[in-house]
């Protein structure tokens, strides 16, 4: 696959988990895969991070997303994971911790960091590595994305990421109480985390 702006020509391994993901994922989630692997080499270039890991993380981030909700859910709970209660009570929150169980158990993939930005990507939690937040964020800005104030968005992952951090928490919580939905205990604790960073009280 012709990759739309970065170089991985040394990365070989990657048209495996491309090919894998092809197969398991509509055509629209595998681009937005792509979508996020490029944004987090990116972002790993800009923060000095591993590009190859990042890329990897993010490109496998979503790899659980369409799968059949009973597989997820039991995956979740194999998991080790320690999804809380109400991560199991919201579907959608179900295929990351299944995600990070799956690159685990059927990839072989043993990088803790890896499995943690899988884990963590759509509820973020408090003192986040860099990778882990580099996967949180090219989630939230990869090219296909369009809401409103993502040109914003964009501006602060690149400008400075812990910002950038507390901003995106900011706009999740008030995206998922929009939908008197549960907010899993990890979400508050990264909000009041990254909050010491945004001294501007700045939001989208």
Same mark, same amino acid.
């Given at each position: 696959?012709?990759?739309?702006?970065?170089?991985?020509?040394?990365?070989?391994?990657?048209?495996?988990?491309?090919?894998?993901?092809?197969?398991?994922?509509?055509?629209?989630?595998?681009?937005?895969?792509?979508?996020?692997?490029?944004?987090?080499?990116?972002?790993?270039?800009?923060? /000095?991070?591993?590009?190859?890991?990042?890329?990897?993380?993010?490109?496998?981030?979503?790899?659980?997303?369409?799968?059949?909700?009973?597989?997820?859910?039991?995956?979740?709970?194999?998991?080790?994971?320690?999804?809380?209660?109400?991560?199991?009570?919201?579907?959608?929150?179900?295929? /990351?911790?299944?995600?990070?169980?799956?690159?685990?158990?059927?990839?072989?993939?043993?990088?803790?960091?890896?499995?943690?930005?899988?884990?963590?990507?759509?509820?973020?939690?408090?003192?986040?590595?860099?990778?882990?937040?580099?996967?949180?964020?090219?989630?939230?800005?990869?090219?296909?994305?369009?809401?409103?104030?993502?040109?914003?968005?964009?501006?602060?992952?690149?400008?400075?990421?812990?910002?950038?951090?507390?901003?995106?928490?900011?706009?999740?919580?008030?995206?998922?109480? /929009?939908?008197?939905?549960?907010?899993?205990?990890?979400?508050?604790?990264?909000?009041?985390?990254?909050?010491?960073?945004?001294?501007?009280?700045?939001?989208?």
């Amino acid at each position: 696959m012709k990759l739309r702006n970065v170089d991985l020509s040394r990365y070989e391994e990657f048209d495996e988990y491309e090919r894998l993901l092809e197969a398991r994922l509509s055509k629209k989630r595998f681009k937005h895969s792509i979508n996020v692997a490029e944004e987090c080499f990116k972002l790993a270039e800009r923060y /000095g991070a591993d590009k190859k890991r990042c890329y990897l993380a993010g490109l496998l981030h979503d790899i659980m997303k369409e799968d059949l909700p009973d597989r997820q859910k039991q995956y979740m709970l194999e998991s080790g994971l320690n999804p809380d209660p109400a991560e199991a009570a919201v579907r959608a929150l179900w295929h /990351g911790v299944a995600g990070g169980y799956y690159v685990r158990e059927k990839l072989g993939i043993n990088d803790e960091e890896i499995i943690g930005a899988i884990r963590y990507h759509t509820v973020g939690c408090a003192r986040m590595t860099l990778l882990e937040k580099i996967v949180y964020l090219g989630d939230m800005i990869s090219e296909e994305r369009d809401y409103k104030g993502v040109e914003k968005m964009r501006e602060y992952c690149y400008s400075d990421i812990n910002l950038a951090m507390s901003i995106a928490l900011i706009y999740q919580m008030q995206s998922v109480a /929009g939908k008197c939905a549960p907010l899993p205990v990890s979400t508050f604790e990264a909000y009041n985390y990254y909050l010491k960073y945004n001294k501007n009280k700045e939001s989208l």
